[in-house]
């Protein structure tokens, strides 16, 4: 029979659905008895969604039921105390000054999250709404380059960080804190302490909308903001191809697990406009995006082209809603940001007063 411990580190290959963590780490294998040829797993059910718990309950069972040695199994499941059935819903708090936060998020690392995110927060400044910032990312931060660093962070008098600020934005980045030869080689606890700080710690001031442009993936420093600090809705970037498809789903699912509205799905390098010919080349596939988003019930809001001035603008600091605002790629951005506009003040109007 195997032992509790090897047990254990069988389950810690059963990923949570909707995360990149697995069940372990999660909190959900409460304890593991092993006892007369049997093994009794007792986990704790961190989502009210029946589902789920199904889900992790028949992979829990395979597992065991894989190893050498064992006979009877059984699945014993326990329902968490209230204020944890949400994955951490309960310690969630707002941003003293901020009417919205919105995680701008993506399945998987190379789809243009952060030029998106940098835009986005850009358009809605454009149509009138004050704007924060804030680089989540603090292994491969970007934002700091995108818009641009030409200054040092201040602390003010009561140690709070005081934002940069640049085209009518408010930011904040690990990268204004760091060298670029300097790599960011910290554990968990270390980065969780961190993003604690970028979102409670700054003056951040009166804001319409703080944007955060989390790293790619679903893992812990993801859920770490999503535990932390209340937010208005999520917006995931995709591109066309089947395997980034593949990790929208994720995306999508890690945002209604933990009770979080998803606003929409961007699909960009949805094609690409030949400057020569004018012709609309599809290279990595089209419409996939808003064929998922309906599918998974979510709105599409729209979809971006490759193109030179958007990875232009982001290597140069300048974004190409800001540089250039008469081009209509800056005109997509700007009707995508108004959409998340409509539904951020739709969510207004039925917040009880």
Known sequence: MPSPQEIQNELRKIRYPGFSRDIVSFGMVKDIEVADGGVTVILTAASAKPEVIAEISSAVEQTVA??????????????APPPRMVAGAAQRRPIGGVRHVVAV???????????????????????????????????????????????????????????????????????????????????????????????????????????????????????????????????????????????????????QEVDVPVLGVVENMSYHLCRKCGSRHEIFAHGGGARLAESLGVPFLGELPLLRELREGGDTAAPIVAAHPEHPVTATFRAIAGAIQTRLDQGDARRPA
């Not at 894989?66 to 329902?79: C, L, R």
């Open 66 to 79: 894989a190893m050498p040695g064992v006979g009877k199994i059984k699945i014993e499941v326990e329902q």
């Open 105 to 255: 998020a993506s399945g998987k690392g190379g789809v243009g999250k952060s030029t998106v995110a940098v835009n986005l927060a850009l358009a809605m400044a454009s149509l009138g709404w004050r704007i924060g910032l804030m680089d989540a990312d603090v292994y491969g931060p970007s934002v700091a380059m995108m818009v641009g660093a030409g200054e040092q962070v201040r602390v003010s008098g009561d140690r709070r960080i005081v934002p940069l600020e640049r085209f009518g934005i408010r930011y904040v980045s690990m990268a204004l804190f760091i060298n670029d030869q300097t790599p960011v080689i910290w554990r968990g606890p270390m980065v969780t302490k961190l993003e604690s700080e970028f979102l409670f710690n700054v003056e951040w001031g009166e804001l319409d909308c703080l944007v955060l442009d989390l790293p790619p993936g679903t893992g812990d420093a993801q859920l770490t903001i999503t535990q932390r600090v209340t937010l208005a809705g999520g917006v995931i970037v995709t591109t066309p191809q089947a395997i980034a498809l593949l990790d929208v789903k994720r995306g999508v699912a890690m945002f």
